[in-house]
Antibody
Framework: QLVQSGPEVKKPGASVKVSCKAS????????IHWLRQAPGQGLERLGV????????SYEQKFQGRVTMTRDTSTNTVYMEVRSLRYDDTAIYYC???????????????WGQGTLVTVSS | EIVMTQSPATLSVSLGETATLPCRAS??????LAWYKQKPGQSPRLLIY???TRATGIPARFSGSGSGTEFTLTISSLQSEDFAVYYC?????????FGQGTKVEIK
């Protein structure tokens, strides 16, 4: 399963770091994706990290503003978003890629989500 | 990039009836398609992958069909817990993509 950190309230221009702790499987064998869902909207992918080597790939829209890292000693991945804007208000999800060693596939399981609210 | 289209955005169905949810890809995705269900306040949950294979623990009233560009999720004998938003997702080519979702509401 994937367990995420709690809700956050941040001011515009600040940064937020969300964690996602994995358990019940081989942490380094499966890629972890980060997605978000703005209020009443659909699902938007931010990027992916390989827990094994730490390599990352970000959607172009988020390059330079999002950083994903991992800690293999605690089976945890992190996502930091910098220079927060009002439209970054969303629920952020981590989700495991389905296939061993392959970042492309369906997502299962998902974390419970972390609400990030950007408000002055 | 491949665009996934789900229409209608909202489907009104009565309890006990069958809901048919379409999903269309802008180009062929073979059978590399998944379906998810999301209830208010919850994370998306995997229902179907490989266009037609039910995920672990998913009831048989959920079935997926199609290949190429046209796909369907069928929910038979709708129960109260089935009223939710359903998303399709292709994973045929990087980075994959989601449809905008279809909300199944009580008629």
């Amino acid at each position: 399963q994937l367990v995420q950190s709690g809700p956050e309230v941040k001011k515009p221009g600040a940064s937020v770091k969300v964690s996602c702790k994995a358990s019940g499987y081989s942490f380094t064998s499966y890629y972890i994706h980060w997605l978000r869902q703005a209020p009443g909207q659909g699902l938007e992918r931010l990027g992916v990290i390989s827990p094994s080597g730490g390599t990352t790939s970000y959607e172009q829209k988020f390059q330079g503003r999002v950083t994903m890292t991992r800690d293999t000693s605690t089976n945890t991945v992190y996502m930091e978003v910098r220079s927060l804007r009002y439209d970054d208000t969303a629920i952020y999800y981590c989700a495991r890629a389905s296939q061993f060693g392959d970042p492309l596939g369906w997502y299962d399981p998902w974390g419970q989500g972390t609400l990030v609210t950007v408000s002055s | 990039e491949i665009v996934m289209t789900q229409s209608p955005a909202t489907l009104s169905v009565s309890l006990g009836e069958t809901a048919t949810l379409p999903c269309r890809a802008s180009q062929s995705v073979s059978n590399n398609l998944a379906w998810y269900k999301q209830k208010p306040g919850q994370s998306p949950r995997l229902l179907i992958y490989g266009a037609s294979t039910r995920a672990t623990g998913i009831p048989a009233r959920f079935s997926g069909s199609g290949s190429g560009t046209e796909f369907t999720l069928t929910i038979s004998s709708l129960q109260s817990e089935d009223f939710a938003v359903y998303y399709c997702q292709h994973y045929n080519t990087w980075p994959g993509a989601f449809g905008q979702g279809t909300k199944v509401e009580i008629k």
